[in-house]
């Protein structure tokens, strides 16, 4: 019985056989986007991003837990990808591109692998975080921190006094909220004194 | 226009005939890459469908119903707060897994039925009748996933009582002895509070399974 009718069966792909090899191609092309974007999902995650290199696990996730965007009064958390890497899917590919820098870095030039050598980058690793930040207008805190639904009411005197200002002075949220997460580098420019191509934000962008 | 139809159709028809050719010889690998093209553009399409399925836009803002709830929505806690990080509609009204978010999805067919079909809550006064009914439904759904969607977001874990006022780290702590879940008191935080029992009364004094759906 199951012979005859995986002999039709067969027969049939036999005949049909242009849109059989259609369907088999859609499947795979289905099963290639679902691994890629599964790719994309884990390497978003703690496990992989904060944890799974010594670099990240010892340094940079060390920081970061306990810190504001890590544990809160209402325990809602930013992690990793949510700052430091692009939401829109294109740029996002890109970016996981740079993982192989970092693959480089850890296995050929070694130039964060311990933790003095991070230190002694950490002032220019910093600045090119920050000037990444300054020169999309801090996309990605803006991802989440909806300046439009931020409720004065609801902050104290203080921020609205310094929000006011960073408005006037066209300044982006990393020109003042910097080192909230990760150490401070010793000596250096902070990002305000940072030089950016102020042309590439938007004014209307600012809050 | 049926003449244009019909030269399509042939020019179809003979393509057709010459991709079936290809199958059978070395065109296949074209076929082949064809398909995966073909299955790649509609699985992102799905994807794509999915995450605008998600957006204010198209959940808030597109159907007359949602609208009354979207009023509701805009100046809660959720909506704007000291920090402007936000929670719209499917953060907590849909499952952020795979299969659980496609299955929510369907549900759409329902709502389809209650616009077109039944106009259950076409009309405000209409809406508030059913209020309390659509409210229990919620507060069940979430009462048995013990408030897995508000936890997708709020970690319970990450939470520093530190922050947190005197009186919310008490009722936490109840919450925690009685086996309490999010809903049972973070209800109507967002949407109005409808008549009759919260959510608390309503699962202390009937097992869950016997409150209606």
């Keep these: 019985m199951h012979a005859r009718a995986l002999a039709r069966l067969g027969r049939w792909a036999a005949r049909k056989r242009a849109f059989v090899v259609l369907l088999a191609g859609a499947a795979m092309g289905v099963a290639a986007l679902s691994v890629f974007g599964t790719t994309m999902i884990y390497t978003s995650t703690e496990p992989f991003c904060a944890t799974s290199c010594h670099e990240m696990a010892n340094n940079s996730n060390l920081e970061f837990i306990g810190s504001v965007h890590d544990r809160n009064r209402t325990g809602v958390r930013a992690t990793c990808v949510d700052c430091h890497v692009p939401h829109a899917p294109i740029p996002l590919y890109i970016a996981k591109m740079g993982a192989l820098n970092d693959l480089w870095s850890h296995h050929v030039s070694k130039t964060v692998d311990t933790k003095e050598k991070f230190e002694a980058q950490r002032q220019k690793m910093a600045q090119r975080v920050w000037t990444y930040m300054k020169g999309n207008d801090s996309r990605e805190c803006r991802h989440c921190h909806n300046a439009a639904n931020m409720d004065p009411e609801r902050q104290s005197t203080w921020a609205q006094l310094r929000h006011e200002r960073a408005r006037r002075e066209k300044l982006t949220c990393i020109d003042c909220h910097f080192g909230i997460t990760h150490a401070v580098p010793e000596g250096g420019p902070g990002p305000q004194e940072l030089e950016v191509d102020r042309s590439l934000i938007p004014r209307s962008a600012i809050f | ?213």
């Excluded at chain 2, 010889?25 to 998600?54: E, H, I, K, Q, W």
């Excluded at chain 2, 803002?61 to 979207?70: A, D, I, R």
């Excluded at chain 2, 806690?77 to 659980?100: F, I, K, L």
């Design chain 2, 1 to 213: 226009m049926m003449k244009i139809l019909r030269t399509i159709g042939a020019w179809a028809a003979l393509r057709w005939r010459k991709v079936r050719g290809w199958g059978a010889g070395p065109g296949s690998l074209a076929v082949l890459l064809a398909g995966m093209g073909l299955g790649a553009v509609a699985f992102a399409s799905v994807g794509s469908f999915m995450v605008y399925a998600n957006s204010e836009a198209f959940c808030a803002n597109s159907c007359h119903e949602m609208t009354q709830l979207q009023k509701e929505h805009k100046g809660s806690a959720h909506d704007a707060n000291r920090s402007g990080v936000r929670a719209t509609c499917n953060d907590c009204h849909v499952p952020h897994e795979y299969v659980p978010n496609y299955l929510a999805k369907l549900g759409l067919f329902a709502d389809y039925w209650g616009h077109f079909v039944t106009g259950s809550i076409a009309t405000p006064e209409k809406f508030e009748a059913r209020r309390y009914l659509l409210a229990r439904r919620v507060w069940t759904y979430m009462k048995e996933t013990d408030s897995r969607e508000c936890r997708h977001c709020h970690t319970t874990s990450k939470m520093d009582p530190d922050k947190q006022s005197e009186k919310a780290i008490r009722r936490h702590e109840k919450a925690r002895a009685a086996g309490l879940t999010c809903i049972e008191c973070h209800f109507a935080i967002t949407h109005k509070e409808p008549e009759g029992p919260g959510p608390q009364e309503l699962f202390s004094k009937e097992p869950l399974k016997q409150v209606a759906r």
